[in-house]
């Protein structure tokens, strides 16, 4: 799920409050449930753009042990991440680790970005057709940290999906 906004109230009053809700939500759930935050692209007055939002809001909740992270590739780029080449990816990894840990990292949106890095803008491009480029997708998909992580199209598609055949394609031959 995406952490929602702060609604101008300010970034830290907008994760407590999210935290809070997730807590009651969480607290009335089968214990087996785990929530996935999803990194968002930044716009406007949404929170989790940035991985220390996602971090405070896993550090305030009562149930830790039950949040992960949804990594979607076009808003994690859009919100400044670089995944172009092997330093930025690198780097971007680092970061997520140190600041939430490799471990809650659950599920990918593979999906590239038609807005460029930092634009905070949350538009999808089909895979190596936007500001990502295949390279992105290739370093993601041979990273072997990741390599049993469900992943799930998010590009634009038609009625007959057949955007998702020639991605899954090219998804394909980019993996070693």
Known sequence: M????????????????FSRNLDAVLANSDAGVMVLLET??????????????LAAIIGQ???????????????AFAAGYDLRTPAGYAAVFEDFDR????????FFHLNDSVK?????????????????GSEGFRLLLNDPRF???????????ADDLAEDITNLALLRSLCQ
Do not use: Y
Request: charged share 25%; with cysteine.
């Open 147 to 157: 390599a049993s992580h469900p992943m799930t199209l998010e590009t634009p598609k």
């Open 61 to 75: 909740s009562r149930h830790p042990d039950r949040l992960g992270v949804c990594f979607d590739t076009c808003h």
């Open 40 to 53: 968002t692209a930044g716009q406007g007055t949404n929170l989790g753009s940035r991985f220390e939002e």
């Open 116 to 132: 460029g890095l930092g634009s905070r803008v949350d538009r999808h491009a089909h895979i190596g057709q936007g500001e990502i």
């Open 2 to 17: 995406h952490p929602g906004s702060h609604l101008g109230e300010g970034v830290e009053e907008g994760l407590a409050r």
């Open 99 to 106: 600041r939430i840990g490799l471990d809650r990292l659950r």
